[in-house]
Antibody, heavy 123, light 111 residues
Framework: QLQLQESGPGLVKPSETLSLTCTVSGVSVNNSSYFWGWIRQPPGKGLEWIGNIYYSGDPYDNPSFKNRVTMSIDTARNQFSLRLTSVTAADTAVYFC???????????????WGHGTHVTVSS | QSVLTQPPSVSGAPGQRVSISCTGSSSNIGADYDVHWYQHLPGTAPKLLIYSNNKRPSGVPDRFSGSKSGTSASLAFAGLQAADEADYYCQSYDNDLGLWVFGGGTKVTVL
């Protein structure tokens, strides 16, 4: 059964870099049939798409993050990762990793999701 | 402010039929992009409920149904159950913004 599990520090200081990893079990991340992605939910707010990455490492991220996002894939560990630089309190959120359906761009859905990991940005 | 608009809450008695609306614009739902729906119980992984407007993944009961028309979409519950208490989100793509977008979420309460 395909499962995704996020991991990373729960507390990050302002201006530093948030680093999260998603460990995938049940399917290889080196699979040309899917994208992998990140979505977050700030407290009391809705869901926000952060970015997707293809098995080849080609990324596509949300322009609103103004080049603060880097994503990568580690096929040896069957993981993919997110780095978000220069964080502020506004980056406090629950971060989810997801598998993205590989269909025509714009028609994609997200399934399954990890349980999410809460990250607080505070000094 | 979410790109897709959902009512903050919906409630109904057990067995009642209820629906959740998801209103977009000409750059997302109205541009003929598909709408997908997710069920989320806080503290758990969100679950895909409906994909491609009206398709149910394996294991999702047929009392859940989705539809789309013009710049809006809808998720319907044929007979509300206590287990349906959760937050529900719609999702699509916006070609003006160039990104995947979500509704603000609707909390379903079973009375």
């Amino acid at each position: 059964q395909l499962q995704l599990q996020e991991s990373g520090p729960g507390l990050v200081k302002p201006s530093e870099t948030l680093s999260l990893t998603c460990t995938v079990s049940g399917v290889s991340v080196n699979n040309s049939s899917y994208f992998w992605g990140w979505i977050r939910q700030p407290p009391g707010k809705g869901l926000e798409w952060i970015g997707n990455i293809y098995y080849s490492g080609d990324p596509y991220d949300n322009p609103s993050f103004k080049n603060r996002v880097t994503m990568s894939i580690d096929t040896a560990r069957n993981q993919f990762s997110l780095r978000l630089t220069s964080v502020t309190a506004a980056d406090t959120a629950v971060y989810f990793c997801v598998r993205v359906s590989l269909v025509l761009t714009g028609f994609n859905w997200f399934d399954p999701w990890g349980h999410g990991t809460h990250v607080t940005v505070s000094s | 402010q979410s790109v897709l608009t959902q009512p903050p809450s919906v409630s109904g008695a057990p067995g009642q039929r209820v629906s959740i609306s998801c209103t977009g614009s000409s750059s997302n739902i109205g541009a003929d992009y598909d709408v997908h729906w997710y069920q989320h119980l806080p503290g758990t992984a969100p679950k895909l409920l409906i994909y491609s407007n009206n398709k149910r993944p394996s294991g999702v009961p047929d009392r859940f149904s989705g539809s789309k028309s013009g710049t809006s979409a809808s998720l319907a519950f044929a007979g509300l159950q206590a287990a349906d208490e959760a937050d529900y989100y719609c999702q699509s793509y916006d070609n003006d913004l160039g990104l995947w977008v979500f509704g603000g979420g609707t909390k379903v309460t079973v009375l």
